[in-house]
Nanobody
Framework: QVQLVESGGGLVSAGGSLRLSCAAS????????MNWFRQAPGLQRELVAQ???????YYIDSVKGRFTISRDNAKNTVYLQMNSLKPEDTATYIC??????????WGRGTQVTVSS
């Protein structure tokens, strides 16, 4: 059984930094594209960043230059380094493993709260 477990969330002041981790167990996800989503209360879930199995990256415009996604296949873990955090970054951050046709595995999320 594959599990994704996020960690690293918390309460931080605007301008601060957090590093989120998504640790996978049950199988290697080195061949999967890995994604970080976020969902704030009352809003739709949105894709924040993606790293492909080959190491290519994608970011939504609002986090470009502030967030960095990376992966360590040896540790079966994906990271999201978040700098210059803003109150509008407040959300539950969720990682997902994307197979060929769908998002196959989801974590339960970690809460990030940015105070102004």
């Amino acid at each position: 059984q594959v599990q994704l477990v996020e960690s690293g969330g918390g309460l931080v002041s605007a301008g601060g930094s957090l590093r989120l981790s998504c640790a996978a167990s049950g199988r290697s996800l080195s061949n999967y594209d890995m994604n970080w989503f976020r969902q704030a209360p009352g809003l739709q879930r949105e894709l924040v960043a993606q790293i492909t199995s080959g190491g290519g990256t994608y970011y939504i415009d609002s986090v470009k230059g502030r967030f960095t996604i990376s992966r360590d296949n040896a540790k079966n873990t994906v990271y999201l380094q978040m700098n210059s955090l803003k109150p509008e970054d407040t959300a539950t951050y969720i990682c997902a493993a994307q197979g060929q046709f769908s998002y196959e595995y989801w974590g339960r999320g970690t809460q990030v709260t940015v105070s102004s």
